[in-house]
């Protein structure tokens, strides 16, 4: 609990005598291990893990875990949803339908913008951070990639949509190119 205290003229808050401080005093400090799928352990402070509904919720029925693990996502996703709750505040929603495809003009941070184009350029992880930013129950970070696709097909034929939903093509930026072409279902 805090309390109001008047110094020197100045009026500033400080914890009141007795207080425990609770979960969120504790998580200002300290951090806590997010374990991936591949048993890959990231460190994060837990008032960042927070901006995750599943990793809160998870840590307010076991208050003393030190490891939480995230079985439905794997190392190289789960950096990448870390880097993005370092930022701590999750982005408002994106209003649909989209106002341009360039993600710039589509979100109102530009952090927001060059995280997910950096994301984008790998169609394969753009999907995944989706899948596990639903999985994790991060809903600005679900939205912003949802808007990312949405931005990609927005405005193009059905043939360059399928390409660019295809998970099995290439994924760069050159998805025309690299796109596979006939069956390539029957490859596996």
Not at 16 to 36: F, N, P, R, Y
Not at 83 to 93: D, V
Request: one cysteine or more; proline letters at 5%; aromatic letters at 6%.
């Amino acid at each position: 609990f805090f309390r109001l205290v008047k110094t020197q003229g100045r009026i500033i808050m400080s914890e009141a005598k007795g207080s425990s401080g609770g979960l969120d005093m504790e998580a200002e400090s300290t951090e806590i291990k997010l374990k991936s799928q591949d048993a890959k352990e990231f460190k994060i402070q837990k008032k960042y893990s927070f901006v995750s509904k599943l990793v809160k919720t998870g840590l307010e029925n076991d208050a003393e875990a030190t490891v939480f693990p995230v079985p439905g996502v794997k190392a190289n996703i789960l950096k990448l949803v870390i880097e993005y709750m370092h930022k701590g505040t999750e982005p408002p929603i994106v209003e649909k339908p989209l106002r341009s495809k360039k993600m710039k003009e589509v979100v109102k941070e530009p952090w927001d913008a060059d995280f997910i184009d950096k994301i984008g350029e790998t169609r394969q992880d753009l999907y995944d951070v989706i899948l596990a930013a639903n999985y994790m129950d991060i809903t600005g970070l679900l939205y912003l990639g949802c808007a990312k696709v949405a931005s990609l097909i927005k405005g193009q034929p059905l043939e360059r949509i399928k390409e660019i939903l295809d998970p099995e093509s290439k994924g760069s930026k050159k998805g025309a190119e690299s796109a596979p072409t006939g069956d390539s279902k029957s490859k596996k």
